[in-house]
């Protein structure tokens, strides 16, 4: 752990240093400046609820929500440098309590520039977010239900990488991810996350067998707490068995350090086995199966794509911290798609965990209708193995309770959700959409099981090119085996969004 005057220099140092990039990359495309598209709008919004803290039905109080929500995007999509990015500062008003009033800055910027001759590239993202405190107390589909239980996540990430091939022989890969995550709840640590990794894989010279080396390493540099460090070293042999089948298998060796019950991090030799088949260019799938410290493994990735349809499923089983999971989400987001996703599959945590994580998700659109649905099953433990378990640290002087930190009340955490929505066009300015969500949480240590369920029903109308505006019906509910935790929301919300 390192002293504050040592935080505070890396803090400056990595700010300089964000500051610097940041100018680089704007500057590069100054000389391109008709490839920026800049845009600004202001969305608002009238908000009924007859339960705005979603408390049980003895307590329950309605409210009047007002939303003033102003939004600033810049877009660049030039052949060196594409930027997208989006900030919204979202202004919440309650009519019958001021003292709820609340204000939630919301930022998703992504941007990737190749800076040598399609061999070096940099990757940058920045998000702050709100996710949910504690999966024990109430949160709803979005900021506007007063629960006191949401987070303001801040992350920071820049990534330099270099591909580099050797003509028919090999490819190298080499990517260094830096990033920062902060919190305003001086409740979980904030971190500096550092993951350097190197892969070495062949090419075409070797005809259907194909090799690779590889390398991974994880530093997190905790603020109260003591830092963390995942190793990975592996090799991989595989072979082209049949024109659209081939095998793979890969030993290595994992070497960690985190505080655990026996004064020890898990690690040592670990193996797998994968079959591979791609029937056609639309239809992949990667399966297999291994073994690591813990017990036995699998992994699978399968995707296919129709006409008018989309299908894909992925499983995968890590080592993680809740930094290195928003680390890894503000790359993967899409600012234009959705700028701020109210999550609560990144877990708020001091723990290492390990994560296991089923997903898979359907999409159809067809004419004037578009349809999609998702599926999920995750768990995540700080029960490692049998004998090992994450120390569970409070934090100096910072007081945390079971209420705060999931795995101080419980060592596994279970969800399974399943959500869908179905749009529907009836003109070019007139719209439909229905949407629904059910997740069941599962805590072991705690005998307790929650249900939370959502439906939406709206209703969508485009005025002109410039204004939409659209009413929304929600019900919102959770039956959980502890009976003050229950409770049931119906709301209507109509807004109106205006783009300069």
């Known amino acids: 752990m390192r002293t504050v005057k040592t935080q505070i220099a890396i803090h400056y140092a990595t700010g300089i240093r964000a500051i610097g990039i940041a100018s680089a990359l704007v500057l590069s495309g100054m000389t391109q400046a008709a490839d920026w598209k800049f845009g600004a709008g202001i969305g608002a919004s009238e908000t009924y609820t007859d339960n705005v803290e979603l408390t049980s039905s003895d307590n329950r109080s309605s409210d009047f929500i007002t ?43 992504i941007a990737n520039a190749e800076l040598y001759q399609n061999e070096v590239f940099l990757d940058a993202a920045a ?70 990794s190197a892969g070495l894989i062949s090419g075409s ?23 963390v460090k995942l190793t990975t070293t592996s090799g991989s042999l595989g072979y082209q ?27 040592g030799f ?47 089983e890590a080592l ?28 708020l945590s001091n723990q290492v965990f390990l994560s296991k994580r089923f997903s898979t998700a359907f999409t159809w659109a067809k004419g004037k209708s578009d349809f ?53 066009k009836f003109s070019s300015n007139l719209s439909s959409n229905v949407a629904f969500g059910v997740i069941r949480d599962s805590f072991s240590d705690l005998n307790r099981v929650d249900t939370t369920s959502n439906l939406r029903i709206g209703l969508n109308r485009q005025f002109s090119s410039q204004m939409n505006g659209n009413v929304v019906l929600r019900r919102q509910n959770r039956d959980s085996d502890q009976d003050s935790a229950d409770y049931t929301e119906n709301a209507i919300t109509g807004s109106i969004n205006y783009n300069f």
Do not use: C, M
């Open 270 to 316: 670990f193996w797998n086995t994968t079959v591979s088949w791609a029937p056609s260019t639309r239809t992949s799938l990667d399966f297999g199966f291994g073994h690591r410290f813990y017990g036995n493994t699998w992994n699978l990735a399968f995707k296919t794509r129709g006409k008018y349809s989309t299908w894909s499923a992925d499983y995968s």
């Open 127 to 196: 998000a702050i977010t709100q996710n949910q405190l504690s999966p024990l107390n109430a949160s709803g589909v979005d900021n506007s239900n007063a629960t006191n239980n949401i987070a303001n996540v801040r992350t920071f990430t820049i990534s330099p990488y270099w591909n580099h091939r050797f003509g028919s022989t090999a490819t190298l890969n080499v990517r260094e991810l830096i990033s920062r995550t902060t919190n305003d709840t001086n409740e979980f640590s904030n971190s500096t996350d550092n993951t350097f």
């Open 372 to 424: 999609r649905l998702e599926a999920f099953h995750s768990t995540e433990t700080t029960q490692i193995d049998e004998n090992v378990s994450t120390v569970s640290l409070n934090l100096n002087n910072l007081g945390l309770s079971s209420s705060n930190d999931i795995f101080l009340a419980s060592n596994n955490f279970k969800q399974v959700g399943i959500s869908g929505a179905w749009n529907w």
């Open 67 to 109: 939303t003033v929500t102003p939004t600033f995007s810049a877009q660049k999509a030039g052949a060196r440098l594409k930027v997208d990015a989006r900030y919204s500062l979202q202004n919440l008003f309650y009519a019958r309590d001021s003292a709820r009033n609340e204000r939630y800055h919301q930022l998703s910027a």
């Open 320 to 347: 993680s911290t809740s930094n290195s999971q928003f680390a890894a989400t503000s790359l993967a987001r899409n600012p234009s798609q959705q700028a701020v996703v109210f999550s609560n599959h990144n877990v």
């Open 241 to 267: 068995v049949l024109s659209r089948v081939r095998l793979t298998g890969t030993i290595g060796r994992e070497n960690n350090s985190f505080e655990t019950t026996t004064g020890e991090a898990p690690g």
């Open 205 to 227: 010279a070797f005809g259907k067998a194909f090799w690779g080396l590889n390398f991974l390493q994880q530093n997190s540099d905790y603020q109260d707490r003591s830092n």
